[in-house]
Structure formats: structure tokens, C-alpha cells
T-cell receptor, first 113, second 112 residues
Framework: NAGVTQTPKFQVLKTGQSMTLQCAQD?????MSWYRQDPGMGLRLIHY???????DQGEVPNGYNVSRSTTEDFPLRLLSAAPSQTSVYFC????????????FGPGTRLTVT | TQLLEQSPQFLSIQEGENLTVYCNSS?????LQWYRQEPGEGPVLLVT?????EVKKLKRLTFQFGDARKDSSLLITAAQPGDTGLYLC????????????FGQGTELSVKP
């Protein structure tokens, strides 16, 4: 199993550009989520999904969209990038939502200039 | 407002010393997880504690969940340079669909 994969590893955007961060898992996990990690702030939940076709907002959803058309894939879309979205983004999955181990991808380091 | 306060944020110690990391909240958690993160990688789960007062040991690491399930601690005894990394606590909020709330993280450096 590849676990949780994320692409790209690094990305530089100009303000106003849009892009999609890709996330895929091959463990048949129902629960998937996106976090951003900023220095001194830990990981903050952006959006999450408890199954295909079901998504919901986390702590910091503004400026981001998600969809979940399959169990495996959970892309994160930046609609109009802003410098405040410069961060490291992690995708995670777990068997079900709740008290279960979350498996994290390797992260995408995004810089918005 | 940080729901889960983790302290200290930075810790630099010598090999062989003991250290404790704390996570505190006013919220009750159904469980609390501890993760370790290496540079350039995603966090990896170390342990999950579920029951108030629960203590779990993982080699030189001892994890404790508070009786009221609002706080947790991580004790590392006889720290080694290989323990260097970012330690994160994460609590699953009660009645919030199990969403995890992360602390700010503790950056640990163990010098030989």
C-alpha cells in the first residue's frame, strides 16, 4: 500500500492564481481531512469528509473548496490564492471519524507571492 | 483562541535528561492522541489514550490522560538525540463528530 499520497510536494503561486492540491489514499478509509500547518499554530483543520459525497468545514475553510467523488480521492482547491495561504498542507485519512489513528501524507509546501 | 494549549513550544536539552510536555484544555475529549513529526514529513501517531487517568508506556515515553479527560502529558526519560522532532497532541472533541483539535506543538532538540 502507498498509504496517503499528495502532489505536488512544492508549489509557488502568484496572488490570484488558482490550483488544486491532490490527495489520494489506498486504504479504503472513509474519513479524509485537510490541515494546514503554520509555525507555532500546530495543525488546523480546513475541510473534512466522512465518506464519498459528504464534506464539511473545519476551523479555517475560507478560500478553500473540496469535493469527494470517490473514497480514494480528496482534492483541495484554492480558488484565488492569497499570501495568507502560504503554508504546509497535509492530507490525512482514517478508517472512520473518531478516535482512530490518522495517517498523514508527506505534505505540500505552498508559497503565494 | 487555541482550544488545546501545548507547552513548552521549544525545548533544548542534553542527552540523558528527562522532559515533560503538557497539553491542557478546558474542553473534554473523548480521546487524545500524541504524534511525532520529522522535518519534511507528516505526523506519525505515537499513542492514543481514551480513559481518564490512563497511562501508556512506549519504551522511554510515558503518556498520561487526565482524570477529567481535559489534559495530557508526555514524559520522556533519558532523552536521546533520536528523540529530536516535533511532538503534537491532538484531542477528539466530544459531540463534534470526532474531529481532532491539535496543540501548537513542542519542538524538541536533544543534544549529544
Amino acid at each position: 500500500n502507498a498509504g496517503v499520497t499528495q502532489t505536488p510536494k512544492f508549489q509557488v503561486l502568484k496572488t490570484g492564481q488558482s490550483m488544486t492540491l491532490q490527495c489520494a489514499q489506498d486504504m479504503n478509509h472513509e474519513y479524509m481531512s485537510w490541515y494546514r500547518q503554520d509555525p507555532g499554530m500546530g495543525l488546523r483543520l480546513i475541510h473534512y469528509s466522512v465518506g464519498a459525497g459528504i464534506t464539511d468545514q473545519g476551523e479555517v475553510p475560507n478560500g478553500y473548496n473540496v469535493s469527494r467523488s470517490t473514497t480514494e480521492d480528496f482534492p483541495l482547491r484554492l480558488l484565488s490564492a492569497a499570501p495568507s495561504q502560504t503554508s504546509v498542507y497535509f492530507c490525512a485519512s482514517s478508517y472512520v471519524v473518531g478516535d482512530y489513528e490518522q495517517y498523514f501524507g508527506p505534505g505540500t509546501r505552498l508559497t503565494v507571492t | 483562541t487555541q482550544l488545546l494549549e501545548q507547552s513548552p513550544q521549544f525545548l533544548s536539552i542534553q542527552e540523558g535528561e528527562n522532559l515533560t510536555v503538557y497539553c491542557n484544555s478546558s474542553s473534554v475529549f473523548s480521546s487524545l492522541q500524541w504524534y511525532r513529526q520529522e522535518p519534511g514529513e507528516g505526523p506519525v501517531l505515537l499513542v492514543t489514550v481514551v480513559t481518564g487517568g490512563e497511562v501508556k508506556k512506549l519504551k522511554r515515553l510515558t503518556f498520561q490522560f487526565g482524570d477529567a479527560r481535559k489534559d495530557s502529558s508526555l514524559l520522556i526519560t533519558a532523552a536521546q538525540p533520536g528523540d529530536t522532532g516535533l511532538y503534537l497532541c491532538a484531542g477528539a472533541l466530544v459531540n463534534q463528530g470526532g474531529k481532532l483539535i491539535f496543540g501548537q506543538g513542542t519542538e524538541l532538540s536533544v543534544k549529544p
